[in-house]
């Protein structure tokens, strides 16, 4: 009685093991993490972009691409289309006292070029990562500032949306064949009357 029992559940063992291979664990495209269905285009934006097509709609996309190419060509009107008014402001008239939103972006240009060694174009912007999460990547700071320079009430009550973007750069020297890649770079993005901007 005890072998035949032995067997038995020896026998129920194995069908499971075999039938839980056999199983297939099936996931939709919208259950998948951010990164599964990452789309590049080279052609379409300011500068190359790569960015999960299901997280980030052509208009997300298109300002933070605009933004990047306003630094990256030194273009004060380009900027002001699409960086965040309130803190483009407190940039220029109390963080550093600047005339105009030229002077802050060429100080930003600069800055790039400082970081990245020479001259640069970017070759590819990749979003790694898309965050709704107030408390990453430093936007639970950004929006404490944005609220205390607000003279309108507090600016996080007024938005319809705010994203933290986590940016890899791949670049190319303009005046030497040399690549290069910065990573971990964080870019905010709000979205303030029906319409996106974005500040860093």
């Known amino acids: 009685m005890m072998k035949k029992l032995i067997c038995l559940i020896l026998s129920c063992l194995m069908l499971t093991g075999c039938n839980a291979a056999k199983q297939q664990v099936n996931y939709t495209e919208e259950e998948l993490p951010y990164g599964s269905t990452m789309k590049s285009d080279k052609n379409s934006y300011s500068v190359p972009m790569t960015w999960d ?10 300002t933070v691409s605009d ?20 803190y483009t402001e407190y940039q220029v008239q109390k963080v550093y006292g600047y005339q105009n939103t030229a002077e802050l972006v060429s100080a930003l240009h600069e800055g790039l ?6 001259d640069f174009k970017f070759d590819m912007v990749l979003v790694d990562e898309f965050s709704l999460d107030r408390n990453a990547g430093g936007m639970q700071a950004m929006l404490k500032l944005l609220d205390d320079i607000s003279e309108d009430g ?30 971990n770079q964080y870019l905010y993005l709000f979205r303030k009357d029906d319409k996106y901007y974005c500040c860093m």
């Open 154 to 183: 507090k600016f996080s009550d007024t938005i319809q949306g705010a994203w933290t973007l986590t940016l890899e750069w791949e670049f190319s020297y303009n005046n030497e064949e040399g690549h290069g890649r910065a990573e």
């Open 113 to 118: 070029l400082g970081q990245l060694a020479d």
């Open 67 to 86: 933004y990047i190419a306003a630094i990256q060509n030194n273009d004060p009107e380009l900027y002001e289309s699409v960086a965040l008014p309130l």
């Open 53 to 62: 097509r299901r997280f980030i709609d052509d208009e997300q996309i298109k």
